[in-house]
C-alpha cells in the first residue's frame, strides 16, 4: 500500500495532466482559427498574403484580400470560435444538472424553442419599441428557450420520469417545436421565409463584428458564474440527496445553470440558427480526457465545442470550391452517429 | 429520561430530541407522530425494522430531504425545524444508500467535493486531511483512480469516506453495509464506533444484521408500520418476542462460546 504522500503527488500529477491538456487544447483552438481564416471559396492565403492582409489596414482595409479576411472569414471564425464554445458549455452544464448524458440544447428542444421565438418574431414582426429588431429577435430567443429550460427542468423533477424518459420528452419537445416552425414557415412570406431556412439549417455565412462581439462577451460574462459553481456542480453528479448532504440548495444551483444554459443557446440561435450536436458531444469528449470535476470539465467542454465547430467550419469549406456549406448540416451529419453511438453506450451500460 | 420544558438553559440540553414527526410521502402516511428518546452524542445507534417500517423515510424526514411536520426537533438544544436541507447539512448528513454507478471523478476529487461544494475551506491542509480520512477507511490506495471504475464495496467505502469528512454532528446512514463483504463490513463498523465515541458525533444506522447491531451499537430503535415499538440497549431490544412480533421469525438469542449474544432465527412464523 502506498503512503500517504504518494496518493497526494498522484493527485497533483494528475491535476497538472489536466491543466497541460487544457492548455494544448486551447493552443489548438487558436490553430484552428487561424486555419479558419485562411481557408475559403477565395483561396487558400499564403502566409506572404496573410500578413499583408493583417499588417495592412486592419479592419479599414480597402484591398479584395483585407476585405475578405476582416469582413468575412474573421468574423465567421471567432463566430464558431464562441458558438461552440457556447454549445459546448452550455451543453455541460445541461447534462449535469437534468443528470442525463443525451441531453443537449439541441437534442432536448431548447434550440428549437429559440428558433421558434425569433421567427415568430421575424414572421409577425414583432417590434419592442427602443429595441433594435435584432436584439427583440433574440429577446424572444430567449423567453422561449428559457420557457422550454422550466419546462423541462419542471417535468424531470415532478413527474418522475427518468432519465430515459426526459430524453423521450425533450425529443416530443424538438418535433413540436419543429412542426410549429413549419406553421410559422406555411404561412411566412418571401422574404422571411428565406430568413427562416437559414435559421433552421444554422448557418455562420451571416456573421458580423457586432454579433461576434455579443457572443463573447454573453460568454464571458456567463463562464465566471458558470466556474463558480463548478463545485456544486460536480456535486449534483453524486445525485440530488447526496448533493444536499454535501450543503449544495440544489434547486438554486439548478435554476440558476438553467438560465445560463437558455441564454447562451438563445443568443447561439438568434446569431447562427439551430447548430446541432455540439452541445452533445463536447460533454462526452471532455469527460473523458478531463474527468467530470467541473473545474476542468466546464472550460475543456467548451474548447472542445470550440474546436469542433470551428473544424465543421473548414470542412464545410473543403467541400466543394464552388460552395460553403452551412455548418449545422456538417455538425449534424457528424453528429447523429455520434448520438446512436452514446445512445447504445448508456443501454449496454 | 423526562420531557424538558423549553425554558431549559441550552447547556443543559443534550443530544437529538424528536417529537410528533409525521411524514406523508405521496399522499400516503409514512410516519405518525413519531417520537424518539433522546438520544446523545457518542452513540452509535442502530435503526431496525422490516422493509417498509419507515426507517429510511425517517432519516430522511431528519436530513429535511422529505416534507414532514414536526413537533420538536432540536440538537444540542438548536432547533432545526426552520433550516432547510441543504442547511440542516451542517450538522446533519445523510448519506443515502448507494453511489451512482457512472461518475468519472478520481476519489479525492469526490472527496474534494464533499468538502467543498457548501463554501471554499482553507485549502492548505485539505490534501493531507483527505488521504488521512482515506486512509482510515483503508482504501488510500484508490485515492487517483476513478469512480466509474471501482467495485461497489469500493465506491461504498468512497461514500462513507464523504459524509464523514465535513465532521458533522449527526450522521444518518442507510444500510451502509449493503454491498459490503464480510471483512468490510466489520471494518466499517468499527471504525463507526471509534468515529463516533472519539469525535463525540450521534450515528443513526439502518441495519438488516441484527447481530451486527447487537455488537457494535450502543442503541437499538426498532421500528415496524411506521412507529417505534422498541427503544434501549441491543439486547433488551432484539428480543425472542420483539423479533416475533416485528419480523414474524422464530428466532433465539444465545450467547458464544466468546460470552457474545448472537441471534439464531429458526425460521419464519405462521402467517
Avoid at chain 2, 462460546?257 to 412464523?269: A, E, I, K, T
Amino acid at each position: 500500500m502506498p503512503d500517504a504522500g504518494s496518493a497526494a503527488r498522484g493527485h497533483l500529477r494528475l491535476s497538472r495532466r489536466k491543466s497541460t491538456g487544457l492548455a494544448l487544447l486551447g493552443a489548438a483552438v487558436i490553430g484552428l482559427l487561424a486555419l479558419d481564416a485562411l481557408v475559403g471559396p477565395a483561396g487558400l492565403l499564403g502566409s506572404e498574403a496573410l500578413r499583408q492582409a493583417l499588417s495592412g489596414a486592419g479592419m479599414g482595409s480597402d484591398t479584395a484580400l483585407g476585405l475578405i479576411v476582416w469582413e468575412i472569414r474573421l468574423p465567421q471564425a471567432l463566430m464558431a470560435l464562441s458558438i461552440g464554445a457556447a454549445l459546448g458549455l452550455a451543453g455541460a452544464e445541461m447534462q449535469t444538472v437534468l443528470d442525463n448524458p443525451l441531453a443537449s440544447p439541441f437534442t432536448l428542444g431548447i434550440s428549437s424553442a429559440a428558433a421558434l421565438g425569433a421567427a415568430l418574431t421575424l414572421v409577425l414582426g414583432l417590434h419592442v419599441p427602443g429595441v433594435s429588431d435584432s436584439w427583440a429577435l433574440t429577446a424572444t430567443a430567449f423567453v422561449f428557450a428559457a420557457a422550454c429550460a422550466a419546462l423541462l427542468d419542471g417535468v424531470a423533477r415532478r413527474a418522475r420520469l427518468g432519465a430515459a424518459g426526459i430524453v423521450l420528452f425533450g425529443i416530443a419537445l424538438v418535433f413540436t417545436f419543429n412542426a410549429l416552425l413549419s406553421l410559422v414557415q406555411f404561412v411566412a412570406n418571401a422574404s422571411a421565409l428565406q430568413d427562416l431556412v437559414f435559421w433552421m439549417m444554422g448557418s455562420l455565412a451571416r456573421s458580423s463584428w457586432p454579433g461576434v462581439i455579443a457572443m463573447l462577451a454573453a460568454l464571458l460574462a456567463v463562464a465566471p458564474f458558470s466556474m463558480r459553481s463548478a463545485w456544486q456542480l460536480t456535486a449534483l453528479r453524486f445525485g440530488e440527496e447526496r448533493a444536499v448532504s454535501f450543503g449544495v440548495d440544489t434547486r438554486r444551483v439548478r435554476r440558476a445553470a438553467l438560465l445560463r444554459i437558455s441564454l447562451l443557446s438563445a443568443l447561439a440561435v438568434s446569431l447562427v440558427g439551430v447548430i446541432g450536436f455540439v452541445g452533445l458531444i463536447a460533454p462526452h469528449i471532455a469527460r473523458s480526457f478531463w474527468g467530470e470535476d467541473h473545474r476542468w470539465y466546464l472550460p475543456a467542454s467548451a474548447l472542445v465545442g470550440s474546436a469542433i465547430l470551428i473544424a465543421s467550419a473548414i470542412a464545410a469549406k473543403l467541400v466543394s470550391p464552388s460552395f460553403v456549406l452551412p455548418v449545422g448540416i456538417v455538425t449534424t451529419l457528424v453528429g447523429i452517429p455520434f448520438f446512436v453511438a452514446a445512445v447504445m453506450r448508456r443501454q449496454a451500460a | 429520561m423526562t420531557a424538558m420544558a423549553d425554558s431549559t438553559p441550552q447547556a443543559a440540553v443534550e443530544g437529538l430530541r424528536v417529537s410528533g414527526l409525521n411524514t406523508r410521502l405521496r399522499g400516503r402516511p409514512i410516519l405518525e407522530a413519531l417520537s424518539l428518546p433522546q438520544l446523545s452524542p457518542g452513540s452509535l445507534v442502530g435503526l431496525l425494522g422490516p422493509n417498509g417500517s419507515g426507517k429510511s423515510t425517517l432519516l430522511k424526514s431528519l436530513a429535511g430531504l422529505v416534507p414532514s411536520s414536526c413537533a420538536g426537533l432540536s440538537l444540542a438544544g438548536r432547533d432545526l425545524r426552520a433550516l432547510n436541507a441543504s442547511d440542516r447539512a451542517e450538522y446533519i448528513r445523510y448519506l443515502p444508500q448507494t453511489l451512482p454507478g457512472d461518475i468519472h471523478l478520481t476519489v479525492i476529487g469526490s472527496m474534494q467535493v464533499a468538502l467543498r461544494a457548501r463554501r471554499p475551506l482553507d485549502r492548505r491542509d485539505e490534501l493531507p486531511a483527505i488521504v488521512n480520512a482515506l486512509e482510515e477507511l483503508g482504501i488510500a490506495h484508490l485515492a487517483n483512480r476513478y469512480l466509474d471504475e471501482l467495485s461497489g464495496g469500493q465506491k461504498q467505502l468512497v461514500g462513507l469516506a464523504q459524509a464523514v469528512c465535513r465532521e458533522p454532528d449527526v450522521l444518518l446512514l442507510d444500510e451502509p453495509l449493503a454491498s459490503l463483504d464480510l471483512n468490510h463490513q466489520h471494518h466499517v463498523m468499527q471504525m463507526l464506533g471509534q468515529l463516533t465515541r472519539e469525535r463525540k458525533l450521534l450515528t443513526l444506522i439502518v441495519l438488516h444484521d441484527l447481530n451486527n447491531v447487537l455488537r457494535y451499537c450502543d442503541q437499538a430503535l426498532l421500528m415496524r408500520g411506521g412507529k417505534l415499538v422498541g427503544s434501549g440497549a441491543p439486547d433488551a431490544v432484539i428480543t425472542e418476542q420483539s423479533l416475533a412480533a416485528t419480523f414474524s421469525i422464530r428466532a433465539r438469542l444465545e450467547t458464544s462460546s466468546q460470552g457474545l449474544p448472537y441471534v439464531l432465527v429458526d425460521g419464519r412464523l405462521p402467517d
